[in-house]
């Protein structure tokens, strides 16, 4: 077998199974900042119909060229709860005027 790679090398299709071997579906996509090299986890897609599944970071083992195994047992897979995207996040810059304020500015022929 090939040796363990960093998730950061996971990529979207890698086969996703169970810590009994059971496999539990696709990765449809991969939580974290790889910037800072923090995993959150991933977003698991199985079934029919197509379902998408969260796996937390801590419930990841070992992970292969192709393929992302589990901590958790066949049993407990059924229980992972459905991926839901992380909001938007909107950066606040300090000093810096709001948009509204901005855009009144500029109206006004201020800079």
């Known amino acids: 077998m090939a040796d363990p790679v960093s998730w950061l090398q996971i990529q979207q299709g890698w086969n996703v ?4 071997g059971a496999r539990v579906g696709t990765v449809a996509q991969v939580e974290g900042d790889k910037g800072a090299d923090i995993f959150d986890g991933l977003a698991v897609e199985s079934g029919e119909p197509k379902q998408l599944r969260y796996v937390a970071g801590e419930q990841v083992g ?4 192709g ?3 589990l901590k958790i047992a066949a049993a407990e897979a059924g229980a992972l709860p459905p991926f ?3 909001p938007p996040e909107t950066a606040w ?3 810096e005027a709001s948009l509204i304020t901005r855009l009144g500015n500029m109206l006004r ?3």
Request: glycine content about 10%; proline content about 15%.
């Open 84 to 86: 839901q995207p992380a």
């Open 109 to 111: 022929g201020k800079r």
């Open 93 to 95: 810059h300090p000093g």
């Open 17 to 20: 199974l169970t810590s009994d």
């Open 62 to 65: 070992a992970i292969y060229p």
């Open 67 to 69: 393929e992302v195994t």
